[in-house]
């Protein structure tokens, strides 16, 4: 899928795995806050990667479940597919971030996103975190898990048409707009 909007040159890439449907919903939420900001967005399933695009991005959005406190299997699949990219330093300076998306409170989603961060890092990429104070702990609050190195939100083990909330869903339109405008701030 790729949702675009024409103000500005810059693109953001949003590659992710969402084996039940959740992740793909925190992902439609970034993408959304960051069409606000006038960038073009690309949107894509780790099984349906489109390379060139990731290539061409000026940043990419990395996201997946937390699955017994780590990355899934098919997320780091997509990490070690990506290593003549790193060999080459394809992503090199391109802007980064993560998000994680879990049925528990914490579930350990922070050492996802330190997982990400790394491969990020790895890349030479330039990490940004969520730069956003909690507002509470209700499920209609904004980064009520939080968190700064990268988005969190909870599904709460419930069906992909009632979770994750609306507080995290709004925190992930929150967060699309913040890498958005922070983009459009590169020259």
Partial sequence: MSLTASVSSKSIAIVYHSPYGHTAKVASSIAQGALQTGVTVHSMNIENVDWDVLDQADAIIFGCPTYMGSL???????????????LARTWQGKLAAGFTNGGGLSGDKLAVLQQINLFAMQHGMLWSGLPMMPTGRSTTDLNRMSSFLGLMTQSDNAPVEVTPPKGDLDTAVWFGEYIGLLLNKFK
């Avoid at 899934?72 to 790193?86: A, Y």
């Fill in 72 to 86: 899934t299997s098919g997320l780091k699949q997509f990490m070690e597919q990506s290593s003549k990219r790193w």
